[in-house]
T-cell receptor, first 113, second 112 residues
Framework: GQQLNQSPQSMFIQEGEDVSMNCTSS?????WLWYKQDPGEGPVLLIA?????ELTSNGRLTAQFGITRKDSFLNISASIPSDVGIYFC?????????????FGTGTRLQVTL | DAGITQSPRHKVTETGTPVTLRCHQT?????MYWYRQDPGHGLRLIHY???????DKGEVSDGYSVSRSKTEDFLLTLESATSSQTSVYFC???????????FGEGSRLTVL
């Protein structure tokens, strides 16, 4: 099946720094989604991207759908302690009966004061 | 709040026993999904449903069965639990308009 390579696996940054993470695939995806997961909770959708080249912002978060449709990145500007968590990229390929979402393995973000 | 409730939230069971996890939604969405989450693997799709009595396998369906007798409930059953099925299980629903997935809070299962 499709695989998503997400990097980096983990990041330790200082409060106020900008963060960048990305996701690449050998397959083309129709949709790219970015989720954040806090401990003991389910993933929460941050940003959804639907078109190649699309650049979308949500507050301090910015994500882009790569032109080749095989990659996406997420940037977080001016990080704060509540940004701590695991960030997952996910891609969707429409398969007829249902869209199947394939997830990356996650980027664990730690923010130090 | 996407209106998804999972139960139980935590369960400890022994190898060989049957286990059923329940996902309940209040939004009347057609598509529902069961994922498992394990360190180093992210979230992997077990089974999904595209309507009442309509289900299909995901990438890690062996050892699991599902049922959807009502729109609002999607059940995941482990007929005979094994230690390899120790995991956190997440239910998700798909928004009809945008196609985005929204997740429940998870069910942590430990098989001893």
């Amino acid at each position: 099946g499709q695989q998503l390579n997400q990097s980096p696996q983990s990041m330790f940054i200082q409060e106020g720094e900008d963060v960048s993470m990305n996701c690449t695939s050998s397959s083309i995806f129709n949709t790219w989604l970015w989720y954040k997961q806090d401990p003991g909770e389910g993933p929460v959708l941050l940003i959804a991207l639907y078109k190649a080249g699309e650049l979308t912002s949500n507050g301090r978060l910015t994500a882009q759908f790569g032109i080749t449709r095989k990659d996406s990145f997420l940037n977080i500007s001016a990080s704060i302690p509540s940004d701590v968590g695991i960030y997952f990229c996910a891609g969707t390929v429409n398969t007829g009966t249902a869209s199947k979402l394939t997830f990356g393995t996650g980027t664990r973000l730690q923010v130090t004061l | 709040d996407a209106g998804i409730t999972q139960s139980p939230r935590h369960k400890v069971t022994e190898t060989g026993t049957p286990v059923t996890l329940r996902c309940h939604q209040t939004e009347n969405h057609r598509y529902m999904y069961w994922y498992r989450q394990d360190p180093g693997h992210g979230l992997r799709l077990i089974h999904y449903s595209y309507g009442v009595k309509d289900t299909d396998k995901g990438e890690v369906s062996d050892g699991y069965s599902v049922s959807r007798s009502k729109t609002e409930d999607f059940l995941l059953t482990l007929e005979s639990a094994t230690s390899s099925q120790t995991s956190v299980y997440f239910c998700a629903i798909r928004s009809s308009g945008t196609g985005e997935l929204f997740f429940g809070e998870g069910s942590r299962l430990t098989v001893l």
